[in-house]
C-alpha cells in the first residue's frame, strides 16, 4: 500500500449519486448499486495505481475508464491524495476545466 488516500470533490461525489439515480430510473435499482459500486472499486484502484488512468483532457488531470460502464473518472494526484474532480458519462461533453 502506498498510502495514498482518495479525496472526492463534492462534485464528483453528487454526479456519482445523480449517475446512480438516473440508471435506477431507466434501468433498475440493482443495476444502479452494481455500476455505482463498480465505479467506486475501480476508483479505489488508484490508491496503489494511480497513473493507470490517460492523460487528461485537461491540463494536470487524468482520465480512468471505468470497466464495463460507459463512464469515466477524472482526476488529479497531488502528493499522497487522489482528488477525483468528476465523473462523467462517456456520451457527456467535458467541460473546460474543473
Do not use: C, K
Amino acid at each position: 500500500m502506498t498510502g495514498r488516500m482518495i479525496e472526492w470533490t463534492d462534485q464528483a461525489a453528487q454526479q456519482l449519486d445523480q449517475a446512480h439515480d438516473y440508471i435506477a430510473l431507466s434501468n433498475s435499482e440493482e443495476v444502479a448499486d452494481r455500476i455505482a459500486m463498480q465505479i467506486v472499486t475501480s476508483i479505489q484502484q488508484l490508491t496503489s495505481f494511480p497513473m493507470s488512468g490517460r492523460s487528461g483532457r485537461i491540463p494536470a488531470t487524468r482520465e480512468l475508464v471505468i470497466g464495463n460502464t460507459r463512464f469515466i473518472a477524472a482526476y488529479t494526484i497531488n502528493h499522497d491524495r487522489i482528488v477525483i474532480l468528476a465523473i462523467y458519462h462517456g456520451a457527456q461533453r467535458w467541460p473546460e476545466g474543473f
